[in-house]
């Protein structure tokens, strides 16, 4: 577990998304994210995982909504000003998913320094160690990065595209 | 080769290779024939002329035996046999697995080569194809060949490469060969040249023992609009004889010429050039990739969808100039749309060809003699369903002559014709197409099929099951496996997958069949998939579509049903039994449902059954989006479309939704 993997694992620090969700600070690399945007009207899908409550039609195209906030066992704060629709592009084995995943707030795009970042504690916090590529510190807060694919993976059932050598990777 | 020219090349070859076996499959039937015989040979030739250029030696080479088979029947020095259309399908096998790229074991082209040549009864030697070449005379047949060529001067605009052709010929004579470059005595001053035009001539010295059609063949796309002189070479031209090999920069980059109009070039390009990779394709069609109809259908989509958003706003408008371009956009969109679904159609008989060359492998494989009668080839579907169909088609005649028919000898003795027919058929009805594969074999028996169902835990031993339900087992995956195939009297050999394709399509199979007369598999699809028409119902606060091919009809809700509260019942309606899904329930929406509901009879897996909704709102054009991965594991919405107003609305599977939500119902119903 070196500084060198941690780099590797997470590219670009310099260009993170910062966002809350359940009360926590989280950033995913802005490669994935395609816009943000206000929350659309939502058509809901019965039948459907909590996880992924509805559809939007985003510029012509209908993608699912993501919230990955049951997952974690986070509580879902309603909708009010703050809440945004982070539409994120994601490669998965069978080629690449548009989604729209719920951010309570989207607050902005962050560098971070590679020799703070941590692994995510093994004992004690909400997020399984797959989830989260590493713990950086951003303006006083701990900033946990999201691993999107292997959370869509391990959670959601979406086959990813990884091999199990850089999963092994990118678990730290 | 670029990727382009390949593409090009491998969608010619396609054409040729499809025309090639037609033409092999028809002298079957018709040995008779001579225009099939000349239209084999043509696309022979073709294939190894092209082939040659674009870099497939060895099927060039194969090719070359092949053709001079057949140029022994059109010369009428043999004729069409049995033996002579087995090898000859045998070596179109070898093509079309060259072409792919494969590289199977070389005994194969000599073992076929030889059995060609035993099946024509000649030692064959290549003969002069299409123009004879005239006879050279005065010079001795052991001179070299003195070529002089002026090729066409816009050969290099169209994409032709004389670099490459001289290379060709080089090549053919071993490198034993000698180029030299004339200018032209009436080129233009060099300031007014084109560097994209040819003013050079050449005059080319070729061994002796080069064959002279091979020569002729580097130049065949080209001959019509080019001069050609062949010759021996008259005693004691040898003087410029040299090793050289024609540089290609200098002759291009350099030219020397004759003005474009100079009555020494040939004529004005025509109808000629590429003469010889038109033939046997109708005229006026052209090839597109499906990627790019894919396209134009998205964006038609994209206009439907635009349009109605459009006429929803403005419904909020009071302006009459508007509604009148609001009507005039919707009638060309729909103008539109029927014409790229028109582009998108394609006939069954695309792909019959192979079921044609099915037939006659299989009646070698198992014995069995029968006539295989196509019918209704002409019946298009889009062409994605098409492709998607040729491998259950397959399953399903295979299926056919191996289980259903009798050998030759039980029909005899069943008092039946001794060839068995196995009938493929296909008609519109509707907005669906019906495909069925007929055969007048031993047919289906029901007892056993439902003793086997018994047996693999299918269905519950007391069960009353209709004739159709019991057909219909045969497609349930883990019905039957191949070994338990041959000794039941059905089939079944994964016919699952089979079922599994065709409800991918949105589609669905329905089977008949008459003990001891034979069986029916009827495949019912639609016309297409990427637009469908649409019947809007609003469930709770949310609007859905039902295909409205499924669509049976409309019903109000009976009253005294309106306190029912079950998801699934089965309901008295004029006078018939219909189970019924109350979608409220099985979309989970909270609240009782209003008054004056509305059964939409939609039928299901050869059911009819009744979807209650909230209200119905109207049939819409509906484009289909696909749903991700997170909701099509649902298996109950086929997909998402966006209304005028933008939001989204779901399709509803209604095969899935009734089998998902109401299967163990109507089994607790047959097993009581």
């Given amino acids: 577990m070196n500084a060198i993997t941690q780099i590797k694992a997470v590219p670009n620090l310099d260009n993170m998304v910062s966002f809350m969700m359940g009360g926590e600070v989280l950033a995913l690399p802005s490669s994935v994210i395609r816009e943000i945007i206000e929350p659309p009207h939502i058509t809901p899908v019965p039948l459907a995982d909590i996880h992924s409550p509805g559809l939007i039609n985003n510029r012509g195209n209908v993608i699912p909504i993501t919230d990955l906030r049951p997952v974690f066992g986070m509580v879902q704060k309603p909708f009010d000003l703050d809440t945004r629709i982070m539409v994120i592009e994601i490669e998965m084995a069978e080629g690449p998913m548009v989604v729209g995943l719920i951010a309570e707030k989207v607050d902005a795009v962050i560098s971070l320094d590679p020799a703070m970042l941590r692994p995510v504690a093994a004992v004690g916090s909400r997020w399984p160690a797959a989830s989260v590529a590493g713990v950086g510190r951003w303006d006083g807060h701990f900033v946990h990065i999201l691993n999107i694919e292997r959370i869509f993976e391990d959670h959601l059932g979406i086959p990813g595209s990884l091999n199990d050598c850089e999963k092994i990777k990118t678990t730290l | ?672």
């Avoid at chain 2, 090639?20 to 084999?40: F, H, I, Y």
């Avoid at chain 2, 350099?254 to 390009?269: E, I």
């Fill in chain 2, 1 to 672: 080769m670029d990727q382009e020219t390949e593409e090009v090349f491998r969608q010619e070859a396609e054409s040729l290779i499809e025309s090639l076996q037609a033409g092999l499959l028809d002298l079957k039937r018709d040995p008779e024939n001579m225009e099939v015989v000349s239209q084999v040979f043509r696309d022979l030739h073709t294939i190894k002329g092209t082939g040659a250029m674009f870099g497939f030696q060895r099927l060039a080479d194969f090719v070359h035996d092949f053709e001079a088979a057949f140029e022994g029947v059109r010369s009428g020095t043999t004729s069409i046999t049995d033996d002579l259309i087995d090898v000859s399908l045998k070596a179109y096998d070898l093509i079309v697995s060259l072409l792919e790229g494969d590289a199977p074991d070389p005994q194969v082209d000599a073992d076929l080569k030889r059995a060609l040549k035993a099946a024509t009864g000649a030692e064959v030697a290549m003969p002069n194809s299409e123009e004879p070449a005239p006879t050279v005379s005065g010079a001795p047949l052991g001179a070299p060949w003195l070529l002089k060529i002026s090729l066409p001067d816009d050969l290099i605009e169209i994409g032709g490469n004389p670099v490459a052709l001289i290379n060709e010929l080089i090549e053919l004579g071993n490198n034993d060969v000698s180029v030299k470059a004339r200018v032209g005595e009436t080129s233009p001053v060099f300031s007014e040249m084109n560097p994209s035009k040819i003013y050079l001539a050449w005059e080319i010295e070729l061994p002796a023992e080069t064959g002279e059609q091979d020569i002729r063949d580097v130049f065949m796309f080209h001959e019509g609009r080019m001069t050609l002189d062949l010759m021996r070479v008259p005693e004691s031209v040898d003087a410029a004889r040299t090793d050289a090999v024609a540089p290609a920069a200098p002759f291009v980059a350099a030219p020397a010429a004759t003005p474009a109009d100079n009555a020494q070039k040939p004529q004005s390009a025509g109808p000629d050039k590429k003469r010889g990779a038109t033939a046997g394709r109708t005229k006026g069609q052209m090839r597109v990739p499906s990627e790019r109809l894919d396209d134009i259908m998205d964006r038609v989509g994209e206009l439907v969808i635009a349009e109605s958003r459009l006429a929803t706003l403005s419904s909020k408008i009071d302006s009459l100039e508007l509604r009148e371009m609001v009507e005039t956009i919707k009638r060309l969109a729909l103008g539109l749309r029927h014409t790229t679904m028109a582009i998108r159609l394609s006939p069954l008989s695309s792909i019959t060809g192979k079921f044609h060359r099915l037939a006659h492998d299989l009646s070698g494989k198992t014995g069995k003699k029968f006539d295989l009668i196509i019918e209704g080839e002409d019946t298009e579907l889009d062409k994605s369903v098409i492709d998607a169909l040729t491998d259950p088609l397959v399953h399903i005649l295979r299926n056919a002559v191996d289980h259903g028919l009798e050998s030759n000898a039980d029909r005899v003795a069943a008092g039946k014709p001794e060839r068995g027919t196995v009938t493929l058929s296909a008609r519109h009805s509707g907005a669906d197409v019906l495909i069925s594969v007929t055969d007048d074999g031993k047919g289906l028996n029901p007892d056993f099929i439902k003793e086997r169902a018994v047996a693999r835990g299918l269905v519950e031993p007391g069960a009353t099951l209709s004739r159709n339900e019991i057909f219909a087992l045969l497609l349930e995956p883990g019905f039957s496996t191949a070994e338990t195939v041959t000794d039941l009297s059905g089939r079944g050999v994964g016919t699952d997958v089979v079922k599994n394709t065709v409800e991918g399509l949105r589609g669905s199979i329905y089977i008949d069949s008459e003990l001891g007369r034979g069986a029916t598999f009827t495949l019912r699809l639609p016309l297409t998939l990427a637009i469908i028409e649409g019947l809007m119902i609003q469930v709770g606060t949310e609007r859905y579509t039902v295909p409205l091919s499924a669509v049976e009809g409309i019903v109000e809700l009976p009253e005294k049903l309106e306190a029912v509260t079950e998801m699934c019942s089965v309901v008295e309606l004029d006078d018939n039994l219909v189970s019924i899904l109350r979608l409220r329930k099985a979309f989970g929406v909270p609240g009782d449902a209003p008054r004056h509901s509305k059964i939409v009879l939609v039928r299901a897996n050869d059911e009819q059954v009744g979807l209650v909704a909230d209200r119905i709102i109207g049939s819409f054009q509906t484009v289909i989006k696909q749903l991700s991965p997170l909701h099509t594991r649902l298996n109950v919405f086929s997909g998402a479309t966006i209304l005028g107003d933008g939001t989204v609305a779901l399709i509803v599977d209604v095969a899935q939704i009734v089998r998902s939500q109401n299967i163990e119902n109507s089994q607790k119903r047959r097993v009581a």
